[in-house]
């Protein structure tokens, strides 16, 4: 036998127990020294390229050495979204737990494509999505799977909705969405072949949830056109504001005109189990399916989404293929394949860290840390209201509050949108904290996005006090 033969990946006992150990040791620094590191951090292409630009090795490197690198060349140039001042977006904050329920699914090397080669896995993720549907009041009719985070959901959802609703492919399909959706649902009704004019933005009223006048006017007009609508995506949590959409009432009108309702609750699904959530998103339990992302308010690691449908069958009649080289691995009703409920075939177990973590923390703990979220975005709110020259644009509904620096001397909307521009950068490059922009009813504004469980009131209270001192200094610049 060839030495090329007699080669194998296979490394002792005792080194991989070194190296697991120093991989956990560097991941609890992390976690240790998170708080004290700079919020935003990045480094340009060209920097980069010269400190990373390498070919492979013919010879392979210590692990010690490689941890190291990673430590040294990677590490310093991210911004951390699980900060406890990372403000910006709707921030993913994961837990040890969590990342530990990882390690184990990539150690075993879960295969969570087929029953067959994991079927405890597949069980697990059966019991996981369950629980979701049961907080959301879905029927035990609905069900579900997990996928890579909330663009795949909506995807998965927008497929279902014209494979049902639609059947073939129809040059005069017309999905509905609020002028709020999130791009995601663009970005998959553009993969699915629909033109952007077959997707029909709804005004918003004055909290920035969908007018339902309006949408009965667009069906008015789509049916006098001959057009053929067939679905629509409502917020439960719309990125830019944290506003919902009046679930029930959109509910009534797709049921009246036989439309799916996607309701995409990446950002906002998990507040249910808050007694102030659970009423912000009555109805969502009449939806059609429904988006949502463990990796936000139920603090998995990043990647883990999940897509319900109210009909758990429509998953398997819209994506279930048997190839000849599955045959030996057919599923069924009770032996369920999750491929076959799906875009993806080759799959890890995601629910396995959504489980661990469930199990060892308990509902009560993680309600208790929604609820604490949602009243932090609201006291932002009174210090901002408090605070001279700001003006808020859109209060805090979930944990989002928009807002903008007005400055005293006069000054129209293109210099507003100059001047928080410029407080919006002033906050970044002070490592402090990250808030982003995006616009309200046409208006630029800045928003902050409360979601991480280790967020306190000092660290809300310091990126408010940074934006009061940075406005009227921005007429200095």
């Not at 709020?180 to 709804?202: C, E, M, N, T, Y």
């Not at 208006?443 to 009227?472: F, K, Q, S």
Request: hydrophobic content about 40%; overall charge negative; charged content about 25%.
């Amino acid at each position: 036998m060839s030495e090329t033969q007699e080669t194998t990946l296979e490394m002792p006992s005792e080194e991989m127990r070194r190296f697991g150990h120093d991989v956990v040791e560097s991941i609890v620094r992390h976690f240790e020294t998170l708080r004290d590191r700079p919020v935003v951090s990045w480094s340009n292409r060209d920097e980069l390229e010269a400190l990373l630009r390498e070919p492979p090795p013919e010879d392979g490197m210590e692990l010690g050495e490689l941890l190291g690198e990673f430590e040294e060349k990677v590490v310093p140039h991210m911004s951390h979204v699980d900060h406890p001042r990372m403000f910006g977006f709707i921030p993913g904050a994961g837990t040890f737990v969590g990342a530990m329920g990882d390690a184990l699914a990539s150690g075993h090397n879960i295969y969570a494509g087929t029953w067959i080669e994991s079927s405890a896995a597949h069980q697990v993720e059966l019991v996981v999505v369950d629980w979701f549907r049961q907080w959301l009041g879905m029927p035990e009719s609905a069900g579900g799977t997990l996928v890579s985070g909330g663009s795949v959901a909506n995807l998965t959802g927008l497929v279902l909705a014209r494979e049902v609703r639609l059947g073939d492919m129809r040059e005069d399909g017309v999905i509905y969405t609020s002028e709020l959706a999130h791009s995601s649902v663009d970005r998959g009704a553009r993969i699915l072949g629909f033109r952007p004019d077959q997707v029909r933005k709804i005004p918003t009223d004055e909290a920035c949830r969908m007018d339902v006048d309006a949408l009965w006017e667009a069906l008015l007009e789509d049916a006098e056109a001959r057009r053929w609508p067939f679905c629509v995506v409502a917020n439960a949590g719309d990125t830019s504001t944290g506003s919902v959409d009046p679930l029930s009432d959109v509910a009534d009108f797709c049921a009246a005109q036989g439309l799916w309702l996607h309701v995409d609750a990446a950002y906002g699904g998990f507040a249910v189990l808050d007694p102030r959530g659970r009423e912000l998103l009555r109805g969502i339990e009449r939806a059609d399916s429904v988006a949502l992302d463990p990796h936000k308010w139920l603090y998995t690691p990043f990647e883990a989404g999940c897509v319900l449908v109210r009909d758990f069958r429509r998953l398997y009649e819209v994506f279930h293929i048997l190839p000849d080289y599955l045959v030996d691995v057919a599923g069924g009703p009770q032996n369920v394949n999750m491929c076959d409920h799906g875009i993806a075939l080759s799959r890890s177990s995601r629910a396995l860290k959504i489980w661990l973590a469930i199990k060892h923390f308990g509902l009560g703990r993680y309600r208790a840390v929604i609820s604490r979220t949602m009243g932090l975005a609201r006291y932002a709110q009174e210090l901002l209201e408090a605070t001279p020259g700001i003006e808020v644009v859109s209060p805090a509904v979930l944990s989002v509050v928009t807002f903008r620096y007005v400055p005293s001397w006069e000054s129209d909307e293109e210099e507003i949108e100059q001047v928080n521009h410029e407080i919006r950068q002033r906050v970044w490059e002070s490592g402090a904290a990250m808030i982003t922009s995006s616009r309200v009813r046409g208006r630029y504004v800045l928003r902050l996005c409360v979601v991480n469980h280790n967020t306190r009131r000092a660290d809300v209270e310091e990126v408010v006090r940074l934006i009061g001192e940075l406005g009227p200094a921005v007429r200095e610049r």
